[in-house]
């Protein structure tokens, strides 16, 4: 999500948004919103899509712009939203946390009487890595033995037709990342079902997951 083609220039920008938001958490008290999946969701759902961006089948983001370029105010906006706490979607932007385990699906839904002009949504959630120190085989040099665990999540947006059937409109479905992205140029007014759905991915545990997104109003440019 950094501007500029430079690790130099992109690190230190992000590293300040990420610092804002979390000042904004400690502002508002709020221990959730300061959890680093849910920053990460906010920065990624506010981020402004070059023209030409596009992902591939499978990828979540694109290959060269990732998620786009950070946007410091969108990203706050849906920052200070506060968590949603239901599973009802009213507002353009906001972000939720919630805990999934294997099977489990969390559905949103919303509706607009107008075109949704950009529309995305963003999936975070953490590897986890168990180690302890071992030693090398015949020797007492130390080794440290990681035990990565990842869970999977796919992110899916259905929109409902006249006759209440859902029609899938836009899949994020990655077998090998810690994020799911959606990202519609495009969304016609009508009702949808946005779904978080939680493979058997065979870790029993359960796994913090969060959700933001951004949506602007008005005709299509």
């Avoid at 499978?58 to 370029?69: I, Q, Y």
């Avoid at 919630?98 to 959630?125: C, D, H």
Wanted: proline share 5%.
């Amino acid at each position: 999500v950094g501007p500029r083609d430079l690790t130099s220039f992109a690190t230190p920008s992000v590293t300040a948004a990420c610092a804002l938001l979390l000042e904004q958490a400690e502002v508002k008290k709020d221990k959730r919103a300061a959890q680093p999946q849910v920053v990460k969701a906010a920065l990624m759902a506010g981020a402004v899509k070059p023209e030409h961006w596009a992902n591939a089948e499978g990828k979540p983001l694109d290959e060269h712009l990732g998620a786009g370029v950070v946007n410091v105010d969108r990203a706050l906006e849906i920052h200070g939203a506060g968590p949603l706490g239901a599973t009802r979607i009213e507002r353009r932007f906001g972000w939720d946390l919630l805990t999934l385990k294997p099977g489990q699906t969390r559905v949103y839904r919303f509706e607009s009487a107008q075109v949704w002009q950009q529309a995305a949504f963003a999936l975070v959630w953490h590897r986890r890595i168990d180690g302890r120190v071992g030693k090398v085989y015949g020797t007492d040099q130390p080794l440290w033995l990681d035990m990565p665990r990842l869970a999977n999540f796919d992110l899916t947006l259905h929109r409902y037709d006249e006759t209440g059937a859902a029609h899938l409109l836009a899949d994020s479905r990655s077998t090998v990342d810690n994020i799911e992205h959606l990202y519609r140029r495009v969304l016609p007014e009508g009702r949808y079902r946005l779904a978080i759905t939680r493979a058997e991915d065979g870790f029993d545990e359960p796994w913090d997951v969060a959700l933001a997104w951004w949506m602007k109003p008005g005709e299509v440019e």
